[in-house]
């Protein structure tokens, strides 16, 4: 599990691409203290285990569903990419539960500065828009950010300085690429209240039923 709160940026030094898959090598430095092959490591927000490690890289591969669900397939070398090692057990939740798990990938459509902050808005396919929420949270590219609006085709999000000094947002440009991990507690309540068990047991949890427990 990881928080959002991004450790420092990499930088992509090598791209070994397959029909479908990839391996990736990215060089960095903080997200190197304590890890070990087989740990986990956000990437642009996607969870990748290390394969091998250097005193100043690491490699991971990449699979073909990862691959056609985020944007690492436009990722070029050298590219500037987010890092973020899983949350320690004694670490602090300074953002929100990131599973490290693409949902899928908005497109950047606006850049804009208000004072000391930049606003972006971020065009998407209605299967993300529906589990983004004003005031709720979002990651992109693995950042822990806060939905400021959300329309039928769009949302926007407000980065302060300092996210932005941070992380590879400021290589982001009209037109390019955002992977989006929408907030997991609206997919599993939408699972409940619907009934998409896959063939099992249908959800008993209806309207009548949150009625007649005090929910209404």
Not at 7 to 23: C, M
Not at 39 to 46: E, L, Q, R
Not at 119 to 129: D, G, K, M, N, P
Request: proline share 1%; hydrophobic share 40%; charged share 25%.
């Amino acid at each position: 599990m990881f928080t959002g709160i991004i450790e420092e940026t990499g930088e992509i030094s090598e791209i070994k691409k397959e029909t479908l898959s990839a391996k990736v090598k990215v060089r960095c430095r903080k997200v190197l203290e304590g890890t070990k092959v087989g740990d986990s490591i956000a990437v642009n927000g996607i969870c990748l285990t290390v394969t091998s490690l250097a005193k100043d890289s690491f490699t991971a591969d990449v699979m073909a569903e990862t691959m056609r669900r985020s944007s690492l397939s436009e990722l070029k070398v050298p590219g500037i990419v987010n890092l973020e090692r899983a949350m320690g057990a004694d670490g602090r939740f300074g953002g929100h539960i990131v599973s490290g798990h693409i949902d899928g990938t908005g497109t950047v459509t606006g850049i804009r500065q208000e004072e000391n902050a930049v606003w972006y808005t971020i065009a998407a396919e209605s299967e993300l828009l529906r589990y983004i929420v004003e005031k709720g949270s979002i990651a992109l590219d693995g950042i822990s950010l806060t939905v400021a609006e959300v329309t039928d085709g769009d949302f926007q999000v407000s980065v302060i300085p300092h996210t932005r000094q941070e992380t590879a947002l400021t290589e982001k440009k009209i037109g390019s690429l955002i992977n989006i991990e929408c907030d997991v507690i609206g997919k599993y309540v939408e699972k409940l209240l619907t009934g998409k068990t896959q063939g099992k047991q249908e959800s008993k949890i209806t309207e009548n039923f949150l009625m007649e427990h005090g929910f209404f």
